[in-house]
Structure formats: C-alpha cells, structure tokens
C-alpha cells in the first residue's frame, strides 16, 4: 500500500538534482518530499514525520551539517548526507554530527538507493503514534481521513485548497502556522502567500459564527494562522 512505503525529505539546492532525486526514488518505491534549504525542509519536519532524511551539506543559509546538527538534538530520523567534499575528514565530521551515512558527489543512483535501504533497515522501529482522526469546534466536526466537514451531521462544502488547508490547520490543532509554511504545503510560490490570507477569510466565512472576530481559526499577529478547537 502506498501509505507503507518509506517517506523520504531530499534538501537539496539544486534544482535539477533534486527533481532526478525526486523522480528515480519515487520510482524505486519511496514516497518522496523535496526542499530547496534549510527553512523550507524546517517546514515539512514540523508536521511530517519522514522515515529518511536527505540533506545536502552546501547549501545557502544554514548547511546541511548545521541542521543535521539542530535535529539530532531532540530528533532519532535517520539521516544520509551528500556533499561534493569527498575528503575523508568531511565525512568523519558528518558522522560525528550524527548522520546515519555519507555519499560523496557524483554518485551512481543505484548506490544512493541501496544505501537508504541499509540505513532503513538499521534504524529502530518505533510503534507507530495514532492519527487523529476527528476535530470539533462548535456545531463543526471535521473528519481528517475523508477532509470532510460537517455542521450537525450535513455536510458543508470545501474547495480542495480549504479542506487541504484546514487539514494542515487541524491535524496539528493548536499550533501556530507561519503564511511561509502554509504556502509551502499548499504548493505555493512567494508570490502565494497573500493566498493565504484569501484562503483564511474564505473559510472562516464557512466555519464562524462572526468571521470578524474568529473563534477558531484564529489570527496570531506576526506569526500567522492557528485551529484551536473547543
């Protein structure tokens, strides 16, 4: 089943490389997620568990060995870093910041996809953390499985992009999303991130009593957008 398969993050700042990477894994049997840095991979991580991670060790802003770093702070995801430094010392040091494996630049595809795999198989399995299936606020309930929402039992109509959104928003109830990770999620580009908003208002407009002053989905000002249920 498609769920089953291994969810992989290629970081990655290049363009190219990382759609091949995209592409050869997903056909190799892997669910694949990409990012451009170090921000945008933050993004994914925050309500995405990966099975794998793929970080490239130069990138703009923070480096791959920076965020294999942070993560391996509070973080277990295995971890295969790649880099265009092939000297051994490189490596050393990606191995004592806690990456799982090493493959210097350029690399045979085949060996990138036996090494994951090795790596998979090492690392420690961890009972699986049940999904939240429903969320209540008010006379709405939304089911996560289906992206379905109802208002006492009918069933209120959403657009793909406010069910996906309130899927995000619900799943992760609670917490604070920026517009920036929002836009990442839903697909979108820098120029998105005012669709965010027009996304908001539409949908508080569908689950408010008063979307003047939103009970649930509320506005955290110079943060962004939070669900807090009843």
Known sequence: MQEERPHILVVDDDNRLRE??????????????????????????????????????????????????????????????????????????????GADDYLPKPFEPRELVARIRSVLRRAPTEPPVAEIAEVSFGAFRFDLGRAELSRQGALVKLTETEARLLTILARHAGRTFSREELQIELGGGEAASRTIDVQVTRLRRKIEPNPKIPRYLQTVRGAGYVLRPD
Do not use: C, Q, W, Y
Request: proline share 4%.
């Open 20 to 97: 091949l990477l995209r592409k050869f894994l997903t056909e190799n049997g892997f669910r694949v997620t990409t990012a451009a840095d170090s921000a945008e991979a933050r993004a994914h991580l925050g309500h995405i568990a990966f099975d794998l991670l793929i970080l490239d060790v130069m990138m703009p802003g923070e480096s791959g060995m920076e965020l294999a770093a942070a993560l391996r702070r509070d973080s277990t995801v295995p971890i295969l870093m790649l880099t265009a430094m092939g000297e051994p010392e490189d490596r050393i040091a990606g191995l004592e910041l």
